[in-house]
Nanobody
Framework: QVRLVESGGGSVQAGGSLRLSCVAS????????MAWFRQAPGKQREVVAV????????HYADSVKGRCTISQDNAKNTLYLEMNSLKPEDTAMYYC???????????WGQGTQVTVSS
């Protein structure tokens, strides 16, 4: 079945950049949507960015708009999240998520930690 594996997290200083990757396996067709979520300790998981219909539509949370770019490399079955001008409040575990069709099963990766120091 569908498996998602994130990577690219790490510790950076405020103002720095990171590029997160999510490799998908077990599915060779395009997803209805792929997205990045994040969750800080004691906080609710929140959406960061969403890519729908193979890149036909994108959405960004207000907190990251202008600083993040979500993209997909179909040849590598990989979803990316480029983050620039990182802030301490961006510190969280970042998760990759995907759905094959609208209303279908949601798939989640294990997460990759992003820590931003001031």
């Amino acid at each position: 079945q569908v498996r998602l594996v994130e990577s690219g997290g790490g510790s950076v200083q405020a103002g720095g950049s990171l590029r997160l990757s999510c490799v998908a396996s077990g599915y060779t067709h395009s997803f209805y949507y792929m997205a990045w979520f994040r969750q800080a300790p004691g906080k609710q998981r929140e959406v960061v960015a969403v890519l729908r219909n193979g890149g036909g539509s994108t959405h960004y949370a207000d907190s990251v708009k202008g600083r993040c770019t979500i993209s997909q490399d179909n040849a590598k079955n990989t979803l990316y999240l480029e983050m620039n001008s990182l802030k301490p409040e961006d510190t969280a575990m970042y998760y990759c998520a995907a759905q094959v069709v609208a209303g279908g099963d949601n798939y989640w990766g294990q997460g990759t930690q992003v820590t931003v120091s001031s």
